[in-house]
């Protein structure tokens, strides 16, 4: 049924021409969600739409049928993807219920000594401070340098003073766009058996890695982010012999007549009806990034993160924070304007047309960290689809900035 459709409506990968991108506005604001998405995902998504709107296993009629093989197949995607073959993925309306749902699962598990990255989200952050307050965890932060290194020698000496139990690091700063050594961290956890969380919110479908590697428990995705699907999908991967209680409880079209959660994987943590529109978009989202490749999708948002930082350095009044030459970073870039707070830059942007994001960007520990607590920083972002034409109109309102002063 799905290839029907992409072969009725001649599905072609979009070229960046094909992107009538002509708001008037120039969008940075990519580490929220990336805009635009490619055209294939607009496409598929309408269409699918308008030829099948059932709910998946709720019914055993052709639609519902095939509304199951669209999940199963985008299911497949990722886990190719992202290497994890071998591991499980479930859906979740978002990366933040993503991370509760194995968070607090992992906390009902009995884990104790949690240690996290400074630069970690509030999805993260409110999540395991509700259950500090009550006693249950105690939460360290692992230690990063001045210049935003992860000292590793430092971090093992970590944990042979207080064993871990579980690690959570976000794999790319969503402030600073630092790439965290994931791997090497997780490694030195796995000596003490800790569990490891991996927020890839940043990075899946943008920087490989190896999910599938024996070292990573958890990799939470965003759908609407570096995976340029639509919001409302997301989820996580995970070892299937992980016995992760459930924290959300619902139907779920399986052993209806049972009242605890069903065994059985994704339907134990895939309560209620699927965002099938949502799967959709993410279906042709990763077909578009297998075409294009993730290789090919990073050196083009490397190049435009380098063009970003090159007109931003032309400004006597902007400091950019967090940017160290040894670093790696996906294409996220902080600043700080010089006798303009943050708040009132985001306003000064939006009138003369340009579209970033300012203040703590839900991450108050990662301004902590960089000395920007509390006024928070101006966020620029960028993506695949970053033009030329949004960069002469980031000039432009820098130059009107830079006048007025």
């Not at 016995?243 to 007549?257: D, N």
């Not at 966020?379 to 002469?392: A, G, H, L």
Request: glycine content about 8%; some cysteine.
């Amino acid at each position: 049924f799905i290839e029907v459709i992409e072969k009725r409506q001649g599905l072609k990968v979009a070229c960046l021409e094909e992107i009538a991108f002509k708001q008037g506005w120039a969008y940075f604001d990519n580490a929220a969600t990336t805009f635009p998405k490619p055209e294939a995902v607009y496409t598929f998504m309408s269409d699918f739409y308008r030829s099948n709107g059932a709910s998946a296993g709720r019914g055993n009629y052709s639609a519902s049928l095939s509304a199951g093989a669209l999940i199963a197949e985008t299911r497949q995607l990722l886990q190719e993807l992202l290497h994890c073959q071998a591991k499980q993925v479930v859906f979740t309306p978002t990366a933040t219920i993503a991370l509760n749902i194995v968070l607090q699962g992992l906390v009902k598990m009995g884990v104790k000594e949690v240690y996290i990255s400074p630069f970690e989200h509030n999805a993260v952050t409110r999540t395991l401070h509700a259950f500090e307050v009550s006693g249950q965890i105690n939460v360290h932060k692992l230690v990063v340098s001045e210049s935003m290194v992860y000292d590793l020698e430092r971090i093992r000496y970590q944990f042979e003073e207080k064993r871990p139990d579980l690690i959570v690091v976000s794999h790319a700063s969503n402030v600073f766009g630092l790439i965290s050594p994931v791997e090497e961290i997780f490694r030195l956890g796995k000596q003490f058996d800790a569990y490891t969380v991996v927020d890839m919110a940043q990075t899946a479908g943008l920087v490989d890695c190896n999910v599938g590697s024996n070292v990573i428990d958890f990799a939470v995705f965003a759908g609407h982010k570096t995976l340029y699907g639509p919001t409302g999908i997301s989820g996580f991967m995970m070892k299937p012999e992980i016995k992760l209680p459930a924290v959300i409880f619902g139907g779920t079209g399986y052993e209806s007549a049972n009242q605890d959660m069903p065994l059985s994987l994704p339907e134990r943590y895939e309560m209620g009806t699927m965002n099938l529109i949502g799967v959709a978009g993410l279906h042709a989202a990763l077909k578009w990034i297998n075409d294009i490749s993730i290789s090919s999708l990073r050196e083009k948002e490397a190049q435009n993160r380098q063009r970003l930082l090159e007109i931003l350095d032309d400004y006597w009044f902007i400091k950019v924070v967090g940017n160290f030459p040894k670093n790696e970073y996906v294409g996220i870039v902080s600043c700080l304007i010089d006798g303009i707070s943050s708040d009132s830059a985001g306003k000064i942007f939006d009138e003369v047309g340009i579209a970033v994001r300012t203040g703590l960007q839900c991450a108050p520990l990662a301004h902590e960290f960089a000395g920007t607590y509390p006024a928070g920083t101006i966020r620029f972002s960028v993506s695949y689809f970053t033009t030329e034409q949004d960069f002469q109109e980031l000039i432009s309102a820098l130059d009107h900035i830079e006048e007025n002063i």
